[in-house]
């Protein structure tokens, strides 16, 4: 596709359900990003991928967050009962290389309500 | 750490007139610095970023940024406001001299332009 995407757009989880969130990154590029926005705010790090490898999940708020890439493409960031204050946009970006300066493309998020 | 500082939550301006968006930051070493623009529910745009050379970066849509290192700015202007350049923008920061490739975003500025 043209730029990346991602799935579901938007999501309801009752609390303590666990839920599965999709990116599809811009083909070819090689690092993509994870990032989690409330509401009026900017976008926090959640963790980044160089291909199929984790490079860094710092960000990410506890154990109960889960990301992978296993062929260095798609991505699903996965969260195990849910709690309220998961509730938030998390977004997806790719990168085209990892060392280079590229600017980060974003895709248009995941809305996550949870009750 | 490193963290970036959006002062004005809101800019309003009236189409034609010029028109800043304020960012500041705080990193160690040198930056790089990125400007990024979101619509109702859609993912961020790149703007523009400030890697090295000219202090002052021509980006998409009439956008440019001027890069101030003794005043660890980087405001967003543009010359000529539009009424569709209403939307809410983000500056972000990444330092040059780690090997952590995610953007530390401020929490955003909404630009009005009023017809």
């Known amino acids: 596709g043209a730029g990346v995407s991602q799935s579901p757009r938007y999501k309801v989880a009752k609390r303590g359900q666990d839920v599965a969130l999709r990116c599809d990154p811009i083909?070819?590029?090689?690092?993509l990003f994870w990032y989690q926005q409330a509401l009026g705010q900017g976008p926090e790090f959640l963790t980044y991928?160089?291909?199929?490898?984790?490079?860094?999940k710092s960000g990410l708020p506890s154990d109960r967050f889960f990301a992978e890439r296993p062929e260095g493409s798609v991505s699903t960031l996965k969260i195990q009962r849910t709690q309220q204050e998961d509730s938030a946009v998390y977004l997806c970006?790719?990168?085209?290389?990892?060392?280079?300066?590229?600017?980060?493309?974003f895709g248009p998020g995941t809305r996550l309500t949870v009750l | 750490a490193q963290s970036v500082a959006q002062p004005e939550d809101q800019v309003n301006v009236a189409e034609g007139n010029p028109l800043t968006v304020k960012c500041t930051y705080s990193?160690?070493?040198?930056?790089?610095l990125f400007w990024y623009v979101q619509y109702p529910n859609r993912g961020l745009q790149f703007l523009l970023k400030?890697?090295?050379?000219?202090?002052l970066v021509k980006g998409s849509y009439g956008f440019e940024a001027e890069f101030n290192k003794s005043q660890t700015s980087f405001h967003l202007k543009k010359p000529s406001a539009l009424v569709s350049d209403s939307a809410l923008y983000f500056c972000?920061?990444?330092?040059?001299?780690?090997?952590?490739?995610?953007?530390?975003f401020g929490s955003g500025t909404r630009l009005q332009v009023q017809p």
């Open positions: 970006a790719s990168s085209l290389n990892w060392g280079s300066l590229n600017e980060q493309f």
């Open positions: 083909s070819g590029h090689v690092s």
């Open positions: 991928f160089q291909n199929e490898a984790q490079l860094d």
């Open positions: 990193v160690s070493g040198n930056p790089y």
């Open positions: 400030y890697i090295t050379g000219d202090n």
């Open positions: 972000a920061v990444r330092a040059s001299n780690t090997g952590r490739r995610a953007l530390t």
